[in-house]
């Protein structure tokens, strides 16, 4: 049996804090698309649920908010791919046991535009 070890030297890693949202959620859908990442809707604090999309620029480390099209929601769904962020579904504010309170919607989101697209509902 043979052992040996190789020194690796120390890398010293810079931690820079970002700039914080004004406001927290919980359940919120969140995804990243170049050097910005977004929270869509999501449980504010007060229990309601949020109708804006938060995004954060790396590039400025500064957040913006914008509306969004549909109905806010907590636990929905997002996926990125290369034809544009797709997310939808969860459920609105109620019971959450409540079968009328879960959302069927589906949606595109253009990063790169800001153009929102409403798809065919999920079955």
Known sequence: M??????????EVV???CAAPWEGRACAMTF??????????GRLQNQHYSTTMLCYDAATDTW??????????????VCVTSQGVFMGLGYKEGYIYDEQNYLHDWWR?????????????YP
């Open 2 to 11: 043979l052992c040996a070890c190789t020194h690796v030297p120390e890398m």
């Open 15 to 17: 931690v820079h804090e």
């Open 32 to 41: 990243a698309v170049g050097n910005k990442a977004y929270v869509v809707s």
């Open 64 to 77: 913006s908010d914008a509306a969004i099209p549909f109905s806010p929601r907590a636990n929905g769904t």
């Open 109 to 121: 989101f253009d990063p790169a535009t800001g153009q929102w697209t409403q798809l065919a509902d």
